[in-house]
């Protein structure tokens, strides 16, 4: 499979045009897995465009329906999330309580009662943290790091990574189905990259909306 994919992977419009030629639910499923795990890729290259076939029903699109491309998404993009979990909790968790436990992280006022507390406050704010987490670029593929190293419950881990990634791509998918309806295929990556930005934007106004609110609710406890 790999030596179908072109060299120019790593040239987003290059990529989206084979993706286009190429689409399948297999590779929604694997460039899925791979966007959410440690590896950076932009699902914006892969949901939206999968959506559009779907819906024109037209070339490799004629086999593919949006509601699957959503649900296969988002088991894709639960993969990857266990992926970086089961990393964090294997390889980061032991080096985290190793540094604790270093001098040189007592001098950075870091220990392991520290480390504990931390693993708590994620443990009771964890669900919401990962839920919010999947909606907010360049925090989408990291949130699962600390839910990995705090041992986050592997079920209440799994339930809102899939609502996150559910809701992230259904608005993707509602994207690559608005633009079947307005937007010819010569101008598909030209549109995408356009309303990206505009989600991209709406992202980081939600991850500055719930630090506030994280904020907040610790100063009103201190006080």
Not at 43 to 65: F, H, K, R, W
Not at 175 to 200: I, Q
Request: aromatic share 16%; with cysteine.
């Amino acid at each position: 499979m790999l030596d179908m994919i072109p060299l120019a992977i790593f040239d987003a419009s290059q990529f989206f045009q084979w993706f286009v030629d190429n689409a399948s639910y297999l590779f929604v499923f694997v460039f899925m897995v791979i966007e959410s795990s440690f590896i950076p890729f932009p699902s914006e290259v892969i949901v939206p465009p999968a959506a559009y076939l779907a819906c024109t029903n037209t070339g490799v699109g004629q086999d593919m329906n949006i509601y699957m491309v959503v649900v296969v998404a988002t088991l894709g993009a639960l993969v990857g999330a266990f992926i970086n979990y089961y990393l964090a909790l294997w390889i980061g968790r032991p080096v985290v309580y190793k540094f604790a436990d270093s001098r040189f992280g007592h001098a950075c006022l870091i220990n392991r009662e520290k480390v504990d507390k931390a693993e708590k406050y994620f443990d009771r704010h964890g669900a919401v943290s990962t839920f919010i987490g999947r909606l907010i670029p360049a925090i989408r593929q990291l949130i699962s790091i600390p839910a990995g190293i705090s041992r986050m419950n592997v079920g209440q881990f799994a339930l809102f990574t899939t609502l996150g990634a559910l809701v992230w791509n259904a608005i993707l998918a509602t994207l690559g189905y608005w633009l079947s309806r307005h937007v010819a295929p010569d101008m598909l990556f030209a549109k995408v990259e356009e309303y990206n930005r505009y989600l991209t934007w709406a992202g980081y106004a939600l991850g500055i909306l719930c630090l506030a609110y994280i904020l907040w609710n610790a100063f009103k406890k201190k006080k």
